[in-house]
């Protein structure tokens, strides 16, 4: 008996291991990092997941903007290769992070959160500047 309650419980331990840790589908990195790859890559969407808002008030130059709360588990025409390289931000790096996990699981293999745009020291422009 004394064997059997033993396995049970190093069972239930075990399993309890297994779903705490999460592992990402996306890579995540600092904006510092994130200027270099601008430098260095050419193919790469900038993913803005704010609202339309503060998208209008300020943004990095070259990035389109679809809010978090609108990807969901349809396809987004605006982000048709699955494969290309989509750098996500936010306003803090809270939206950044559930945007780049949904879209992981919605198929999309290369994707890279950053944070947000309160930690970005590079150029911002406003309205629909580009």
Same mark, same amino acid.
């Given at each position: 008996? +004394?064997k059997?309650v033993?396995a049970?419980v190093s069972?239930l331990?075990?399993?309890?291991?297994?779903?705490?840790s999460?592992t990402l589908? !996306?890579k @995540?990195?600092?904006?510092?990092?994130a200027?270099?790859m $601008?430098q260095? @890559?050419s193919d !790469?969407?900038?993913?803005?997941?704010?609202?339309?808002?503060?998208?209008?008030? +300020?943004?990095?130059?070259g990035?389109i903007c679809?809010?978090n709360?609108t990807?969901g588990?349809?396809?987004?025409?605006?982000l048709?290769? +699955?494969? @290309?390289?989509? $750098?996500v !931000?936010?306003?803090?790096g809270?939206?950044?992070k @559930?945007a780049a996990? +949904?879209?992981?699981k919605l198929?999309y293999?290369n994707?890279v959160?950053?944070?947000g745009i309160?930690?970005w020291?590079?150029k911002?422009?406003?309205?629909a500047?580009?």
């Amino acid at each position: 008996m +004394k064997k059997i309650v033993i396995a049970i419980v190093s069972i239930l331990l075990l399993s309890g291991c297994g779903s705490a840790s999460a592992t990402l589908n !996306y890579k @995540q990195i600092s904006t510092d990092e994130a200027v270099t790859m $601008m430098q260095e @890559q050419s193919d !790469y969407i900038i993913l803005d997941v704010r609202t339309e808002e503060e998208f209008e008030e +300020k943004h990095i130059p070259g990035a389109i903007c679809i809010p978090n709360e609108t990807i969901g588990s349809e396809e987004i025409p605006e982000l048709a290769d +699955k494969d @290309q390289l989509i $750098m996500v !931000y936010c306003r803090s790096g809270n939206r950044s992070k @559930q945007a780049a996990e +949904k879209l992981a699981k919605l198929g999309y293999t290369n994707i890279v959160e950053f944070g947000g745009i309160n930690d970005w020291t590079g150029k911002t422009v406003s309205g629909a500047e580009q």
